[in-house]
Each structure stands twice: as C-alpha cells, then as structure tokens.
C-alpha cells in the first residue's frame, strides 16, 4: 500500500505549531502552518495557501514541488491535502508524534489510515552541510558579540558597601541588574540580525538552577552564568554559549568547581571526533567529576539533585537542542555534527558554573566554532 | 467517571511545544514542556520537573498548586503524570486538539480514556483582565515607538533616480532597505524589553501579498506596509499594529485605497462595542468596500484573490492571533476583549494597503491603545 509521510507546521518560531523539521526540509519561512508531503520515491510536495503561493515558490529548497492549496477541492487545507491523496490511491500516512492530535483526528476522519513515530523524522539533519556550519558559526558570533558587552559592562561596574554590583554614571550610581544585562545582550544579537527568546543571566545562588534567571542588582564574587542561544532572523539556525563570569574573586570552593568544568570541556574537546561514541564522551567527564570530588548526590535540604545533573551537550541546528544527545543513550558521533559541549557543575550553596562552546564534529578531532576565552583569569573580571 | 483536564508544553515562544494556553493559565515562563492538570472542582495542579519546581513557586498563579515530578513515580515525566492520575481513580482524560499526538498515544499506552476538542480551551481568556489590558497596552506602546523610528528614517530618506530610497551619510550614500528598517525597528522593541518573531516590510508590489516580507532599497510612491508584534518578554503578552507609509505620494489609485481602508477603519471604530457580533462590523466593512468600488475578486493573471481578503481584526493577548475573530462568523462582543483591527486591500498591480490598531471593546464604544497618527497627509513621507 502506497505510504506517504506528512510534516505539519509554520516555520517560524513563536508562531502556533512551529515544526524545526518542516522549516529544515522546506527552507521556506512561514507564519501560518503548512504540509510537506514526502512519497516512497522520494519526491517531496509542499502544499501552502494561494495567497502564499507566489512568494515561496522563489525561497523553497530546489528538490521540492510547491503546490497551492487552492488547486485542490475542500473546504479546509486539511481536506485539500486528503483530496490530493485520494486521488492518487493513498491512504496510508505516517506523522510524527510532535504533530497537533488535530491532524490525526482530522485524517483519521476521513478515513485515512494514520500512525505516528517520535523517532528522529529526518536523521539527514543530524550531518550538517558546509551551508548549515556557517550559519551556525554566524550565530554563534553574534553570541560572542553578546557575552563581549556582558564581560565590558561587568567590568566597568563596581560595588557597593553590600556587594551589589553598581554603574557610576554622571556622578550617579545605576545599580547593574539581571534584567538590563539581558537588555545589552539583546541588543547586540539583533544589531547582528538574530534574536532570542531569552538570555539566560543567573547569579549568586540561582545559578545552581540549571534554567537560571535572576532579577535584580548582580552580586559581586559569586557565579554570574550567563547562557546566550541567538537565532538568525535570516536563515533559523541556532548558536549555543555559556560563559560563567565573576566580579571580584569568588570563594575557593567556587574557583576549584570552575577549574573542573574547565577540565571536563578539556576532556571532552579531546575526545570527540568522528567514530566516537557520545556516551563514552559523557562517561569519561562523569568520571572525572566524580574523582575530583563532585559526585552527582540529592540534597534532601532542598530536594534538588546536585552536581553534574544534565548532559553534556547537544546538537545545535535548526533547533537549539537537537539530535545527538551526549549522555548515557550511545550515540555515535559523525563528521559534520555540530555539537554544543555544555559541562556543569549545581550546588545549592555555591552556585553553579557551566562553560559551553559549540563545535564541529570533524573526522581527527574537532574545530570549535567558538573562540571566546574560558580560562578563570578571564572569567574575573 | 472522574474527568480530567490536561493541558502540556513550554511557556516561551520559540521553545518546542509552546502553549499560550498553560502562560495564561499558569502565569509561569518554563523552556521545558510541563503539565497542567484540572479537575472536576476546579482545582488546578502543575507538574513541573525537580530543578524547576523550587524556581516556579515563586511565580505560579495564585490559584495553582505546584508539584514536582520526582515526588511521583514513573520513568519519565508523562509515566509520573499517569500514575498520579491512577492513584486517583481517575482514567478519563481531555486535551486540546492542539496537543502533540505523543501525549495522546502514550495516555491511550497507559490504558487511560482520552479524548480531544479543539474549542477555545480556556474562553475565559478572551476577557481580559486589567493587568492584561495594561500588559498589551505596554507591548502597543513598544510598537508605536519601532513604528516612529520606522517613520523617522523614512523621512531622513532621499530618493535616486531610479526611484529607490538611500540614506545620505557622510557625502556617501546608503540604500535603505527592507532588512535594515527592520533591524532598526527590532532595537527599538528590545529597548522597551519586547521582542518579535519578524517586522513586516512589505514595500511596492510586494505588498498586495497579506504577509508581504520583502528584500532590498525600498521604492519611492509605492505602499511601504509595515507590521509590528512586539512579544513582552516580562509577562508574554503581545501587541500588534500596522501602518502603511509612502514616500513621496503614492498614485491617485493608491491613495484612493488608503482613505478607503481608512473609512472601513472608522466604521470598524464606530461599531465596535460590547454586545455588537463580530460579524456584522465584519459585514458592514465589506459592504462599505463593496460600494467603494473594492469588491474581493480572483485575478486570473495571478492565481491571486484580490480585495479585502483576510478578517477584520481578532483578539490580541497571550497569542498574537486569538479568539474572538472579526469574520462572516458570528461572534459576540463583550467588555473587555482587546481586539486588533486591520482592514486592507491588496491588489497585484497596485500593491497593498493596510491599517491596523489595537483596541479595548467597552460597553458604549473603544478605548484605542494605539495613539499613532493614520491620516492619509501623515502617511506620506
């Protein structure tokens, strides 16, 4: 029985049902939802409303047709695309488990015969081009950009008689909050044509969240992780980067957490290259987090686990965090990944110092696409 | 049988799975997708992950209750959700139709009954509290101050002899461009603490398409269409405005377009109040464009509806596009629902012209939130 297999969704994010996936496939960017059909000899069908028709016929990736909707008979899109197929015998459709429950409810209506997959539904866009590898080193630019005024502002504040980190400006003083450093890094992100849902900017003991999002007046000798993912407006790639500052020399306790996470991003840089496989990566940082002291442990105090408490890292593409995932699932690494490497280390009490740059995965090793310093001296500011 | 109300995904755009549904219902902004569970009573619960949940119940709504998920058991989070369910006796589930079949077909694994709608989920969000009213009115403002740069640097503009727009700094001349008229209005909304998924720039004959994004030196005399959504990043609700500019005057066909959209406008304006239906201030403005000379019509050339083509407004909050909508489908006005209202025409040759305020539906008429000028003299640049 003929099979065909349906993509679903608007390709830009922050608009209903974004779909990464569709947005990969397509290369089109559209506000309102649209389908992608894909037939077993592989030819590959979008189908967009009339009145977008025009415009992404000139944007839409060369292997694709671009259909309009309006060609087919049905009082919705979703009854123009059930037409279409029955007309040429096809009842059989495969989705993928991120699609709405309307899809398959709509389809199943019409009679069509419909199952779901929550697999990777293109392993294609784990192996990235030379095209996608500079689009994420140009995201990843900006995000340097970004942290480059974070560390300037840092550096030129000062503090205060209760640790709070201060702007003398004019004989005034601002107080330098959370909020406005997120401001600044925004800023530049969009001067250099990207932008991001958040900047994640994490102080003192928030930082041992690993979603850290502070507010306020920043403190002075304690962690200050901030975590820039910038998307280009341009083409909807991602960069990924951390950097954990300090304003004033944090404690010693914080200063050996940092030359661990340092040590772990070493090991890791090392290791991974083409043939390599992503949990052996992970394993060997694991282990050398537990012999210099930092096993992962459950504090009842808080009820929050502590330590190392996530993955290493991810891919990094048309989505911030795609396929692979280094961390105990094996997964062999290939050439042409491109991966951020994120190590981190949690504690309720010290806070939290996380350090990630993004890199590509290359056949003897790999070329990071990220150049900003990561050595303790640079990090106090 | 005991019913339950589910509801699951992130809370900040651009991250997979986004609901504006759970923002609205939580109040909390989460990268990771999390659950939202109602009950008969009216009781609410959401179930968040370990490391999230000391963070969230600071800023949870005050009618939830919130739960981490490592107090339940189960492999992963949707296994936790389900055996808390069990324990309840409760087997009968409903999620939006909006949902990822995913959650469907793991809660039918787990042997629950569950069913799907696709109504407005929460239709208490169509009323806006006044929080919500201020929140929009605040994001309205972020866009009249982008728009207002937008206008400056169109004024500053001069025009080549080729009829395209350039900047002249420095005895050197600058094109200005779609990309760059963006970029100007994208600092501007980061300033105000907003971002947008996209500015549209439409210029030219571009512009006849409803979501007209273009590239390149801008055109003198032709429509420049321009349509700001500012997100909040604060509290997530948006704003939405458009305004159509000209530099230089545009045709007599053209600004005969502008004061009929004009017109529908202020008819739109006039009618808008509690108690009215949707549909007949949709209607009117069609009879209006009717008589006017601006029947909708296909272009056979093009392949392309021509007119007044899209609805007339919808609801603005926690989404950009929400319920009510201003169409051929009846819908009730009441007090307090914030509407954007948007007449237009679009024809190929001519290009496009569009108008567009937010507004606050009240008993006897509307507050406008947008204060920004749209007489035909100002539009001209």
């Known amino acids: 029985m003929k099979l065909v297999r349906l993509t679903y969704g608007s390709t830009i994010p922050a608009m209903p049902y974004f779909s990464s996936d569709l947005l990969w496939a397509s290369g089109m960017k559209l506000a309102d939802p649209f389908f992608l059909l894909e037939f077993q000899n592989g030819r590959r069908v979008v189908f967009v409303n009339g009145a977008e028709y025009p415009k992404v016929k000139k944007t839409s990736k060369e292997n694709l047709s671009v259909r309009s909707l309006e060609t087919e008979t049905g009082n919705d899109d979703l009854e123009c695309v059930v037409s279409f197929l029955k007309k040429r015998k096809i009842k059989k459709i495969i989705i993928p488990d991120s699609s709405p429950v309307l899809v398959a409810k709509r389809l199943t209506e019409a009679k069509m015969d419909v199952s779901s ?15 996608e590898i500079e689009y994420v080193t140009q995201a990843q630019k900006a995000a340097e950009k970004a942290l480059g005024v974070a560390r300037e502002v840092l550096k030129n504040s000062a503090v205060d008689k209760n640790g709070f980190l201060f ?7 601002f107080p330098l909050t959370a909020e406005s450093l997120r401001t600044a890094m925004g800023l530049v992100l969009e001067e ?9 900017v994490g102080f003192g003991k928030d930082s041992s969240d690993i979603h850290a999002y502070s507010y306020g007046p920043i403190t002075a000798h304690q ?47 090392q290791m991974i290259r083409a043939g390599v496989c992503g949990s052996a990566v992970y394993n060997e940082v694991v282990g050398f987090f537990e012999k210099t002291g930092y096993r992962e442990r459950y504090n009842c105090k808080t009820g929050k686990e502590e330590g ?22 094996p ?24 350090i990630e740059d993004t890199v590509l995965v290359r056949k003897n090793g790999i070329r990071n696409l990220t150049s900003f310093p990561k050595d303790l001296d640079s990090a106090i500011l």
Request: charged fraction near 25%.
């Open 192 to 200: 250099y044509g990207h932008m991001t849902p958040e900047v994640l």
């Open 117 to 131: 997959r929550d697999d990777v539904w293109f392993p294609e866009r784990i192996i990235k081009e030379k095209r």
């Open 167 to 173: 702007l003398p400006v004019n004989c005034k003083r």
């Open 308 to 329: 190392f408490i996530h993955a290493l890292g991810h891919g990094v593409g048309v989505d911030i965090h795609e396929w692979p995932i280094l961390c105990e699932t």
């Open 223 to 269: 962690p200050i992780v901030i975590d820039v993912f910038p998307y280009s407006r341009r083409n909807g790639y991602w960069g990924d980067m951390t950097r954990t500052f300090f304003k004033g020399k944090p404690s010693l306790e914080v200063q050996k957490m940092y030359v661990a996470v340092l040590g772990a991003m070493e090991i890791a840089m």
């Open 331 to 354: 997964a062999r690494l290939a050439e042409g990944m491109v991966l951020a490497v994120e190590p981190g280390l949690y504690y309720s009490k010290a806070g939290g110092v996380r």
